[in-house]
């Protein structure tokens, strides 16, 4: 009967860990722009799927994503840069900022927040010139669940953010990691089904001694 109980504890100890190494992730993102240089340009101040912000003859856009039923370490989409336009343009440090929110619905609900200034000078005066970087925190932790955002490894915004090339599409992924257990109530249905087990083998271990006598 102890072996018996011993199996059953450690079938349970089994399951809520694959439970929490296979724990889907799902998520919304939103970007806004603040900072006191955008008060001459035209930019989304207010959470949106998709935020741009307009001057000097360029545009910058961001676009949102989703992520739906992510396993663990998954390295995922937060969204997208685009900009496009033509002429010269220098933006300064502390000038404009961007927000990028991780709005996750689970393995539980939450919001995370990726905040960094974007400054750099961008040309399309003979050959097309990007210097622009975003400058966020790399990591935004939403309960158990982390992300950790994948900066550059070469080039000016080699690990302190990301690059923003001209006329150009930019992706900005992450690597989601968790370390969530099962709802409760899902815990005590496995329980419920481990412990109804134990008297059929219990019965059957009975039934055996009884054959061999």
């Given at each position: 009967m102890r072996i018996l109980r011993s199996t059953a504890s450690a079938l349970l100890a089994g399951v809520i860990a694959t439970a929490s190494a296979g724990a889907?992730?799902?998520y919304t993102t939103q970007g806004f722009f603040s900072g006191p240089g955008i008060s001459g340009l035209g930019c989304t101040t207010v959470a949106s799927l998709t935020a741009s912000c307009s001057g000097g003859g360029f545009t910058l856009v961001y676009t949102g994503t989703s992520g739906?039923?992510?396993a663990n370490n998954t390295i995922t989409s937060l969204g997208t840069f685009n900009l496009t336009g033509t002429g010269t343009v220098t933006v300064p440090a502390g000038a404009v900022f961007f927000t990028l929110l991780v709005n996750q619905t689970s393995p539980s609900s939450g919001q995370g927040v990726f905040l960094g200034a974007i400054t750099g000078t961008v040309s399309t005066a003979g050959t097309n010139f990007s210097s622009l970087i975003?400058?966020?925190?790399?990591l935004a932790t939403i309960g158990s669940t982390q992300y950790q955002m994948i900066y550059d490894n070469v080039g000016p915004a080699a690990n302190i953010g990301l690059g923003i090339p001209i006329n150009n599409t930019r992706g900005i992924d992450a690597l989601v990691s968790t370390t969530?257990?099962?709802e409760p109530n899902t815990v005590a249905l496995m329980v419920t089904g481990l412990a109804g087990l134990l008297p059929v083998a219990v019965r059957r271990r009975?039934?055996?001694?009884?054959?061999?006598?």
């Amino acid at each position: 009967m102890r072996i018996l109980r011993s199996t059953a504890s450690a079938l349970l100890a089994g399951v809520i860990a694959t439970a929490s190494a296979g724990a889907q992730i799902n998520y919304t993102t939103q970007g806004f722009f603040s900072g006191p240089g955008i008060s001459g340009l035209g930019c989304t101040t207010v959470a949106s799927l998709t935020a741009s912000c307009s001057g000097g003859g360029f545009t910058l856009v961001y676009t949102g994503t989703s992520g739906l039923n992510l396993a663990n370490n998954t390295i995922t989409s937060l969204g997208t840069f685009n900009l496009t336009g033509t002429g010269t343009v220098t933006v300064p440090a502390g000038a404009v900022f961007f927000t990028l929110l991780v709005n996750q619905t689970s393995p539980s609900s939450g919001q995370g927040v990726f905040l960094g200034a974007i400054t750099g000078t961008v040309s399309t005066a003979g050959t097309n010139f990007s210097s622009l970087i975003w400058t966020p925190n790399q990591l935004a932790t939403i309960g158990s669940t982390q992300y950790q955002m994948i900066y550059d490894n070469v080039g000016p915004a080699a690990n302190i953010g990301l690059g923003i090339p001209i006329n150009n599409t930019r992706g900005i992924d992450a690597l989601v990691s968790t370390t969530a257990t099962p709802e409760p109530n899902t815990v005590a249905l496995m329980v419920t089904g481990l412990a109804g087990l134990l008297p059929v083998a219990v019965r059957r271990r009975k039934n055996g001694r009884q054959g061999q006598g």
